[in-house]
């Protein structure tokens, strides 16, 4: 257990989002919007703000851990590497889904993750337009608002939903990625990871794959899908860790599906 108290970690999350995310949502100037990578990786103001108001509020709540912030990061990528040492860290994504915020979608969250010795014990992903907070404890379930979250039932490979990200793969595992995904039942994004989890973990969709494994990203949702009754890992079989940061994950509801869905999507 994480030793702390969840429902607390919560509030301080709702606090932001309702100081430095909502109130800036369609109400964006062009000021507010920057390109990091490229045109599709953008940062905010409501990005920049609710992670400096966040970190200090969790780190002060637990004395001796740090913050690792997506946009701190950004700027000082050697702070990831923080993220597998002695001291607790609590990992921020303080909009995820920055390009939908940025384009008036309504499908972004604030995700939290807390890591100690280089695993997630802890777990928020906080929808600010609904104000619905999913938190997950290792060992202790997940839930949204007193509702435990289940992963849906298996299903053969061709009956799967899947929210696949294939840009970051090479050209060729894209291309036979495209190709592949339409023997699944179904195959979208989301372009927001911690909705897609929330989908993965409540039984909306079955399937998950990415490549690029920003801690942030996915430290928060595989915990949550987890303790949904989910089952991860990464392509090579080895388990998913808030260390490893790239080489492709695959997300289902349990170790036969994960079989299955990697035959059919990799042959």
């Known amino acids: 257990m994480s030793a702390i108290d969840p429902a607390r970690v919560a ?63 950004s700027a000082d990528p050697s702070l990831v590497d923080r993220v597998g040492g002695d001291a607790p860290v609590w990992l921020i994504d303080p909009v995820d889904g920055t390009l939908n915020f940025s384009e008036g979608d309504e499908r972004f969250c604030v995700m939290v993750a807390l890591v100690r010795g280089g695993r997630a014990v802890a777990a928020w992903i906080h929808d600010p337009l609904t104000n619905r907070t999913t938190i997950a404890e290792r060992g202790g379930g997940a839930w949204t608002e007193g509702e435990r979250l289940q992963v849906a039932p298996a299903v053969p490979p061709e009956r799967m939903t899947g929210l696949l990200t294939i840009r970051l793969f090479d050209p060729a595992t894209r291309e036979r990625l495209r190709d592949r995904r339409t023997r699944l039942a179904k195959a979208t994004t989301l372009r927001c990871a911690g909705h897609e989890y929330l989908h993965l973990a409540s039984g909306q969709a079955h399937l998950g794959l990415y490549y690029r494994l920003l801690p942030w990203d996915h430290a928060p949702g595989t915990l949550i899908h987890a303790e949904a009754g989910g089952y991860a890992a990464m392509l090579d079989g080895r388990p998913y860790a808030p260390t490893v940061h790239a080489g492709g994950m695959l997300v289902t509801p349990d170790r036969e599906s994960w079989g299955e869905a990697k035959a059919l999507l990799f042959g």
């Open 11 to 73: 509030g301080f999350i709702r606090e932001v989002a309702e100081i430095d995310i909502l109130p800036r949502f369609r109400q964006l100037k062009s000021g507010d919007i920057q390109e990091k990578s490229g045109p599709k990786d953008l940062v905010t103001i409501a990005d920049i703000e609710a992670e400096r108001r966040l970190g200090p509020m969790l780190t002060a709540y637990l004395p001796g851990s740090i913050a690792v912030g997506e946009e701190a990061a």
